[in-house]
Protein backbone atom coordinates (compact mmCIF):
# COMPACT_ATOMS: atom_id res chain seq x y z
CA UNK A 1 0.00 0.00 0.00
CA UNK A 2 2.93 2.35 0.81
CA UNK A 3 4.16 1.80 -2.32
CA UNK A 4 0.93 2.53 -3.90
CA UNK A 5 0.96 6.01 -1.99
CA UNK A 6 4.34 6.76 -3.30
CA UNK A 7 3.61 5.79 -6.90
CA UNK A 8 0.63 8.01 -6.57
CA UNK A 9 2.36 11.27 -4.94
CA UNK A 10 5.53 10.77 -7.50
CA UNK A 11 2.44 10.64 -10.83
CA UNK A 12 0.61 14.29 -8.78
CA UNK A 13 4.79 15.60 -8.87
CA UNK A 14 5.05 14.69 -12.28
CA UNK A 15 1.47 16.20 -13.39
CA UNK A 16 2.45 19.32 -11.77
CA UNK A 17 5.68 19.52 -13.42
CA UNK A 18 4.17 19.28 -16.69
CA UNK A 19 1.16 21.32 -16.08
CA UNK A 20 3.47 24.26 -15.23
CA UNK A 21 5.62 23.48 -18.26
CA UNK A 22 2.66 23.99 -20.45
CA UNK A 23 1.14 26.84 -19.04
CA UNK A 24 5.03 28.17 -19.05
CA UNK A 25 4.94 27.40 -22.91
CA UNK A 26 2.08 28.61 -23.86
CA UNK A 27 2.26 31.76 -22.43
CA UNK A 28 5.59 32.42 -24.60
CA UNK A 29 8.04 31.84 -21.49
CA UNK A 30 6.87 34.82 -19.91
CA UNK A 31 9.22 34.07 -16.82
CA UNK A 32 12.32 34.64 -19.53
CA UNK A 33 13.07 36.90 -21.95
CA UNK A 34 9.85 37.50 -23.82
CA UNK A 35 9.96 36.80 -27.61
CA UNK A 36 8.76 39.35 -30.19
CA UNK A 37 8.26 38.70 -34.17
CA UNK A 38 8.29 41.48 -36.56
CA UNK A 39 6.85 40.95 -39.67
CA UNK A 40 7.75 43.42 -42.44
CA UNK A 41 6.13 43.69 -45.93
CA UNK A 42 9.48 43.75 -48.54
CA UNK A 43 11.99 46.47 -47.47
CA UNK A 44 11.50 50.15 -48.49
CA UNK A 45 12.69 53.50 -46.70
CA UNK A 46 8.99 54.04 -45.17
CA UNK A 47 8.93 50.16 -44.08
CA UNK A 48 12.52 50.30 -43.34
CA UNK A 49 11.83 53.77 -40.80
CA UNK A 50 9.11 52.30 -39.05
CA UNK A 51 10.96 49.19 -37.58
CA UNK A 52 13.90 51.38 -36.72
CA UNK A 53 11.69 53.21 -34.92
CA UNK A 54 9.49 50.29 -33.43
CA UNK A 55 13.09 48.90 -31.41
CA UNK A 56 13.84 52.31 -30.30
CA UNK A 57 10.09 52.67 -29.04
CA UNK A 58 10.52 49.09 -27.40
CA UNK A 59 13.83 50.42 -25.69
CA UNK A 60 12.79 53.74 -24.61
CA UNK A 61 10.30 51.46 -22.89
CA UNK A 62 12.60 48.99 -21.05
CA UNK A 63 12.98 46.32 -23.44
CA UNK A 64 16.49 46.56 -24.90
CA UNK A 65 17.15 43.82 -27.60
CA UNK A 66 20.11 41.70 -26.43
CA UNK A 67 19.41 42.29 -23.09
CA UNK A 68 15.62 41.53 -21.76
CA UNK A 69 13.58 41.32 -25.08
CA UNK A 70 14.23 39.16 -28.12
CA UNK A 71 13.32 40.19 -32.00
CA UNK A 72 13.04 37.63 -34.84
CA UNK A 73 12.52 40.26 -37.07
CA UNK A 74 11.29 38.32 -40.11
CA UNK A 75 10.47 40.69 -44.30
CA UNK A 76 8.63 38.92 -46.43
CA UNK A 77 10.21 40.48 -49.28
CA UNK A 78 6.23 40.78 -50.99
CA UNK A 79 5.69 37.33 -51.23
CA UNK A 80 2.40 35.94 -49.71
CA UNK A 81 3.66 32.42 -49.50
CA UNK A 82 6.34 34.50 -47.05
CA UNK A 83 3.82 35.94 -44.87
CA UNK A 84 2.22 32.46 -44.53
CA UNK A 85 5.09 31.15 -43.71
CA UNK A 86 6.94 33.41 -40.94
CA UNK A 87 3.40 33.86 -39.62
CA UNK A 88 3.13 30.50 -38.67
CA UNK A 89 7.11 30.41 -37.14
CA UNK A 90 5.78 33.03 -34.65
CA UNK A 91 2.93 30.68 -34.08
CA UNK A 92 5.04 27.89 -33.50
CA UNK A 93 8.23 29.64 -31.43
CA UNK A 94 5.42 30.98 -29.26
CA UNK A 95 6.20 34.95 -29.64
CA UNK A 96 4.64 36.98 -26.88
CA UNK A 97 3.83 39.58 -29.27
CA UNK A 98 3.79 40.19 -32.88
CA UNK A 99 3.73 43.01 -34.69
CA UNK A 100 2.85 43.58 -38.77
CA UNK A 101 4.72 45.95 -40.63
CA UNK A 102 2.33 47.14 -43.85
CA UNK A 103 -1.31 45.59 -43.88
CA UNK A 104 -0.79 42.68 -45.63
CA UNK A 105 1.80 41.46 -42.74
CA UNK A 106 -0.48 42.02 -40.09
CA UNK A 107 -3.22 40.31 -41.83
CA UNK A 108 -0.88 37.30 -42.28
CA UNK A 109 -0.45 37.49 -38.67
CA UNK A 110 -4.00 37.93 -37.47
CA UNK A 111 -5.25 34.96 -39.26
CA UNK A 112 -2.36 32.86 -37.98
CA UNK A 113 -3.50 33.22 -34.66
CA UNK A 114 -6.62 34.55 -32.68
CA UNK A 115 -5.20 34.07 -29.19
CA UNK A 116 -1.04 35.83 -29.12
CA UNK A 117 -1.72 39.57 -29.44
CA UNK A 118 -0.88 41.64 -32.90
CA UNK A 119 0.34 45.18 -32.85
CA UNK A 120 -0.51 47.24 -36.05
CA UNK A 121 2.59 48.64 -37.14
CA UNK A 122 1.15 51.57 -38.72
CA UNK A 123 -1.68 50.86 -41.14
CA UNK A 124 -3.97 52.87 -42.78
CA UNK A 125 -7.43 51.16 -42.58
CA UNK A 126 -7.28 48.78 -39.21
CA UNK A 127 -10.99 48.58 -39.37
CA UNK A 128 -11.64 48.61 -43.10
CA UNK A 129 -8.76 45.64 -43.41
CA UNK A 130 -11.06 43.53 -41.26
CA UNK A 131 -8.23 43.36 -38.65
CA UNK A 132 -10.33 44.95 -35.43
CA UNK A 133 -14.33 45.06 -35.23
CA UNK A 134 -13.53 48.93 -33.81
CA UNK A 135 -10.60 50.86 -34.01
CA UNK A 136 -12.22 52.46 -30.22
CA UNK A 137 -12.73 48.82 -29.26
CA UNK A 138 -10.68 46.64 -31.35
CA UNK A 139 -12.48 43.52 -29.39
CA UNK A 140 -9.55 40.85 -31.05
CA UNK A 141 -6.11 40.17 -30.09
CA UNK A 142 -5.53 43.11 -32.43
CA UNK A 143 -4.30 46.85 -31.65
CA UNK A 144 -1.64 49.24 -32.78
CA UNK A 145 -1.03 52.62 -34.79
CA UNK A 146 -2.50 53.85 -37.48
CA UNK A 147 -0.61 55.81 -40.58
CA UNK A 148 -3.65 57.15 -41.84
CA UNK A 149 -2.39 60.70 -43.48
CA UNK A 150 -4.17 63.99 -43.07
CA UNK A 151 -5.85 63.80 -46.39
CA UNK A 152 -7.45 67.00 -46.75
CA UNK A 153 -4.02 68.93 -45.39
CA UNK A 154 -1.99 67.11 -47.92
CA UNK A 155 -4.74 68.66 -50.66
CA UNK A 156 -4.70 71.79 -49.47
CA UNK A 157 -0.82 71.84 -49.81
CA UNK A 158 -1.07 70.50 -53.03
CA UNK A 159 -3.32 73.28 -54.07
CA UNK A 160 -0.95 75.87 -52.62
CA UNK A 161 1.82 75.09 -54.57
CA UNK A 162 -0.02 74.59 -57.43
CA UNK A 163 -2.77 77.10 -57.48
CA UNK A 164 -3.23 76.92 -61.29
CA UNK A 165 -3.57 73.15 -61.81
CA UNK A 166 -6.21 71.67 -63.45
CA UNK A 167 -6.14 68.32 -63.11
CA UNK A 168 -4.41 66.32 -60.14
CA UNK A 169 -3.53 62.61 -61.30
CA UNK A 170 -3.17 59.58 -58.28
CA UNK A 171 -1.99 56.57 -58.94
CA UNK A 172 -2.16 53.38 -56.24
CA UNK A 173 -1.66 49.36 -56.43
CA UNK A 174 -5.82 47.86 -56.91
CA UNK A 175 -4.43 44.97 -54.08
CA UNK A 176 -3.30 47.07 -51.92
CA UNK A 177 -6.53 47.21 -50.11
CA UNK A 178 -4.73 50.36 -47.41
CA UNK A 179 -3.87 52.29 -50.90
CA UNK A 180 -7.30 51.98 -52.34
CA UNK A 181 -9.35 52.75 -49.37
CA UNK A 182 -7.40 56.25 -48.82
CA UNK A 183 -7.62 56.59 -52.81
CA UNK A 184 -11.12 56.66 -52.16
CA UNK A 185 -11.53 59.00 -49.00
CA UNK A 186 -8.55 61.36 -51.56
CA UNK A 187 -11.28 61.17 -54.38
CA UNK A 188 -14.20 62.04 -52.30
CA UNK A 189 -12.57 64.82 -50.61
CA UNK A 190 -11.38 65.73 -54.42
CA UNK A 191 -14.91 65.80 -54.91
CA UNK A 192 -15.66 67.92 -52.22
CA UNK A 193 -12.92 70.99 -52.77
CA UNK A 194 -14.39 70.83 -56.77
CA UNK A 195 -10.65 69.45 -57.94
CA UNK A 196 -10.60 67.72 -60.92
CA UNK A 197 -8.96 63.90 -60.30
CA UNK A 198 -8.28 61.14 -62.45
CA UNK A 199 -7.44 57.72 -61.47
CA UNK A 200 -4.63 55.17 -62.61
CA UNK A 201 -4.17 51.91 -60.97
CA UNK A 202 -1.31 49.27 -61.27
CA UNK A 203 -1.93 45.54 -60.37
CA UNK A 204 2.85 45.58 -59.59
CA UNK A 205 5.82 47.39 -60.29
CA UNK A 206 5.97 46.12 -63.48
CA UNK A 207 3.42 48.15 -64.90
CA UNK A 208 3.93 51.01 -63.08
CA UNK A 209 6.31 52.40 -66.20
CA UNK A 210 4.18 52.10 -68.79
CA UNK A 211 0.82 53.57 -66.41
CA UNK A 212 3.08 56.62 -65.33
CA UNK A 213 3.34 57.11 -68.66
CA UNK A 214 -0.02 57.15 -69.84
CA UNK A 215 -0.54 59.37 -66.79
CA UNK A 216 2.13 62.36 -67.20
CA UNK A 217 0.62 63.42 -70.73
CA UNK A 218 -3.17 64.01 -68.95
CA UNK A 219 -2.35 65.46 -65.70
CA UNK A 220 -0.66 68.62 -63.99
CA UNK A 221 0.35 66.98 -60.91
CA UNK A 222 0.13 63.45 -59.40
CA UNK A 223 -0.65 62.56 -55.88
CA UNK A 224 0.48 59.19 -54.76
CA UNK A 225 -1.30 57.81 -51.51
CA UNK A 226 0.14 55.18 -48.78
CA UNK A 227 1.11 52.41 -51.10
CA UNK A 228 3.91 49.89 -50.49
CA UNK A 229 4.28 48.89 -54.31
CA UNK A 230 4.92 52.37 -55.75
CA UNK A 231 6.78 53.58 -52.78
CA UNK A 232 9.01 50.34 -53.43
CA UNK A 233 9.62 51.63 -57.01
CA UNK A 234 9.79 55.35 -56.47
CA UNK A 235 12.42 56.28 -58.91
CA UNK A 236 10.67 54.68 -61.58
CA UNK A 237 7.63 57.03 -61.21
CA UNK A 238 9.96 60.25 -60.64
CA UNK A 239 12.02 59.88 -63.68
CA UNK A 240 8.95 59.75 -65.64
CA UNK A 241 7.43 62.32 -64.10
CA UNK A 242 10.37 64.61 -64.21
CA UNK A 243 11.27 63.95 -67.97
CA UNK A 244 7.39 65.93 -68.36
CA UNK A 245 8.23 68.30 -65.54
CA UNK A 246 4.96 67.22 -63.62
CA UNK A 247 5.46 67.21 -59.65
CA UNK A 248 5.19 63.92 -57.19
CA UNK A 249 2.90 64.72 -53.73
CA UNK A 250 3.73 61.69 -51.85
CA UNK A 251 1.26 60.86 -48.86
CA UNK A 252 5.02 59.61 -46.83
CA UNK A 253 7.78 62.06 -45.83
CA UNK A 254 10.53 59.09 -46.94
CA UNK A 255 8.72 58.87 -50.97
CA UNK A 256 9.37 63.08 -50.92
CA UNK A 257 13.18 61.51 -50.11
CA UNK A 258 13.29 59.38 -52.68
CA UNK A 259 12.40 62.45 -55.20
CA UNK A 260 9.01 63.38 -54.35
CA UNK A 261 8.47 67.23 -53.99
CA UNK A 262 6.76 68.06 -50.79
CA UNK A 263 3.97 66.78 -48.22
CA UNK A 264 2.40 67.04 -44.93
CA UNK A 265 2.39 64.22 -43.44
CA UNK A 266 3.12 61.98 -40.14
CA UNK A 267 6.85 60.94 -39.19
CA UNK A 268 7.32 57.31 -39.95
CA UNK A 269 9.69 56.88 -37.70
CA UNK A 270 7.69 58.32 -34.97
CA UNK A 271 5.14 56.03 -35.82
CA UNK A 272 7.73 53.02 -35.60
CA UNK A 273 8.46 54.63 -32.17
CA UNK A 274 4.46 54.70 -30.93
CA UNK A 275 4.11 51.24 -31.74
CA UNK A 276 7.10 50.15 -29.74
CA UNK A 277 5.34 51.55 -27.12
CA UNK A 278 2.14 50.11 -27.64
CA UNK A 279 4.22 46.48 -27.70
CA UNK A 280 5.81 47.24 -24.55
CA UNK A 281 2.42 47.63 -22.94
CA UNK A 282 1.08 44.77 -24.48
CA UNK A 283 3.69 43.02 -23.25
CA UNK A 284 3.52 44.26 -19.28
CA UNK A 285 -0.44 42.59 -19.97
CA UNK A 286 -2.16 45.26 -21.53
CA UNK A 287 -5.21 43.63 -23.27
CA UNK A 288 -5.23 44.58 -27.40
CA UNK A 289 -9.47 43.83 -27.39
CA UNK A 290 -9.93 46.96 -24.87
CA UNK A 291 -6.91 49.36 -26.56
CA UNK A 292 -7.91 51.59 -28.64
CA UNK A 293 -6.06 52.18 -32.15
CA UNK A 294 -3.68 55.05 -31.78
CA UNK A 295 -3.78 57.47 -34.55
CA UNK A 296 -1.63 60.60 -35.22
CA UNK A 297 -3.11 63.49 -36.51
CA UNK A 298 0.16 66.24 -36.80
CA UNK A 299 1.80 66.10 -39.87
CA UNK A 300 5.06 67.44 -40.36
CA UNK A 301 5.89 69.30 -43.63
CA UNK A 302 8.17 67.61 -45.51
CA UNK A 303 10.46 69.01 -48.73
CA UNK A 304 12.55 68.64 -51.39
CA UNK A 305 14.77 71.28 -52.91
CA UNK A 306 16.39 69.26 -55.71
CA UNK A 307 13.41 68.02 -56.81
CA UNK A 308 11.56 71.70 -57.10
CA UNK A 309 14.94 72.94 -58.80
CA UNK A 310 14.72 70.14 -61.34
CA UNK A 311 10.93 70.66 -62.00
CA UNK A 312 11.51 74.49 -62.15
CA UNK A 313 8.86 74.75 -59.18
CA UNK A 314 9.52 78.02 -56.70
CA UNK A 315 8.45 76.71 -53.10
CA UNK A 316 6.25 79.05 -51.58
CA UNK A 317 8.05 80.56 -48.50
CA UNK A 318 6.38 79.74 -45.76
CA UNK A 319 6.50 76.09 -46.92
CA UNK A 320 10.13 75.70 -47.11
CA UNK A 321 9.82 77.67 -43.26
CA UNK A 322 7.84 75.42 -41.79
CA UNK A 323 9.34 72.79 -42.61
CA UNK A 324 12.55 73.88 -41.75
CA UNK A 325 11.32 74.37 -38.34
CA UNK A 326 9.02 71.31 -37.56
CA UNK A 327 9.67 68.86 -40.37
CA UNK A 328 12.56 68.66 -43.04
CA UNK A 329 14.48 69.87 -45.80
CA UNK A 330 15.90 67.99 -48.68
CA UNK A 331 18.56 69.19 -50.77
Avoid: W
Amino acid sequence: MKRLYGLIAVLVVFLGFAFVQERHQDHGQTTGTPTVGILQLLSHPALDAIHKGIVHGLAEEGYHVGKNVKIDFQNAQNDQSNLKTMSARFVNERANVMIGIATPAAQALANASSTTPVVLGAITDPKGADLVKSNTRPGTNVTGVSDQAPLKAQLKLIQKIMPKMKTLGIIYTSSDDSATAQYHKFAALCKQEHVRLKAYSIANTNDLNQVAQQMVSQVDAVYVPTDNTVASAMQTLVATTNAKKIPVFPAVDTMVKAGGLATLSINQYKLGVETGKMTAAVLRGKNPATTPIQFERKGEMTVNLATAKKLGISLPKDVVKDAQAHGEVFK
